[in-house]
Each structure stands twice: as structure tokens, then as C-alpha cells.
């Protein structure tokens, strides 16, 4: 059985916690792990039950990315640093940069946010990107291996 909580999820149940968590220093609030919460609730039931069970508890914060940053890391992020202020000089908001095509564009978050994309992970540019940044194959190697 695999559960996946999505981050911020459960913040009601965990505001009977013991203290409030706070804000971080850009006044974001800090949200509680449910997903520690959870894993921690379940093991107690099974224990109250005298049942034993086996379980994982993965937070993926730590896989996103497994390799240190490297020079071309460093450019792209100064890139996306510039364009991010100097659309901010320009007045937009509520948008997003990068390359896009070859191009550096500003796109609105209603553009990006507006339809829902899949990744085909046996594309020639997401195994470029997989290669690139020395990721590990975090899916079972049968899933990886394309149909023919």
C-alpha cells in the first residue's frame, strides 16, 4: 500500500498539536509534517492491535535533488535570478521565466497552472536531464523499460 499525502495537507488536524508552528523568515507559514503524523498514527494502531507491520516513511524533499550543484546549475539559476527582477523592474507579476524554445520568456502563472501536463520519462530530453543531473532511478526498473 503506497499513501501520498500532498505538502500543507492536514493542517487542521495538527493544529490540536501541541504548538503553533510560526511563520519562516519570509513570512511564509511553516506547515507540520502529516506525513510523519500519519505514519507515526498508523504504527501506533497496528501496535494497539497487536499487529505487526512494516512501513516506509519517504519525504521526497530529499530526492528532488540527490547530486550536488554543479557550474551549469549555478548559470541557470543566476539566469532565472535576472530575469525574475528585471520583470519585476518591468511591473509584471504573477508570472514565471525560463527558456522556453531557445527563448527567454515571462509566462503567467494562469498559462502554466492552466493545464495539466505528463512527463514522458522515455523522452530523449527528460533522459538528458535524468543523465545530466546524475539522478538515481527512483521508479522499479521494469517501469522504466519502453513497451515495443
Known amino acids: 500500500c503506497v499513501i501520498v499525502v500532498a505538502e500543507g495537507a492536514g493542517q487542521e488536524i495538527l493544529d490540536c498539536a501541541t504548538e503553533k508552528p510560526g511563520m519562516d523568515k519570509s513570512g511564509n507559514k511553516v506547515l507540520r509534517d502529516i506525513g510523519l503524523y500519519l505514519y507515526n498514527e498508523i504504527k501506533s494502531h497496528y501496535r494497539s492491535i497487536n499487529l505487526e507491520v512494516s512501513m516506509k516513511y519517504i519525504d521526497p524533499t530529499y530526492m528532488v535533488r540527490a547530486v550536488p550543484a554543479n557550474a551549469a546549475d549555478n548559470l541557470y539559476c543566476t539566469m532565472l535570478a535576472h530575469m525574475s527582477v528585471h520583470g519585476a523592474f518591468a511591473g509584471f507579476t504573477g508570472f514565471c521565466c525560463g527558456p522556453l524554445h531557445g ?20 523522452d530523449r530530453l527528460w533522459l538528458r536531464l535524468v543523465s545530466n543531473t546524475r539522478q538515481p532511478k ?6 522504466c523499460e519502453v513497451e515495443q
Not at 103 to 118: D, L, T
Open 103 to 122: 527563448y527567454n520568456v515571462y509566462v503567467p502563472f494562469s498559462e502554466v497552472a492552466g493545464v495539466q501536463r505528463r512527463v514522458d520519462v522515455h
Open 138 to 143: 527512483f521508479a522499479p526498473a521494469d517501469a
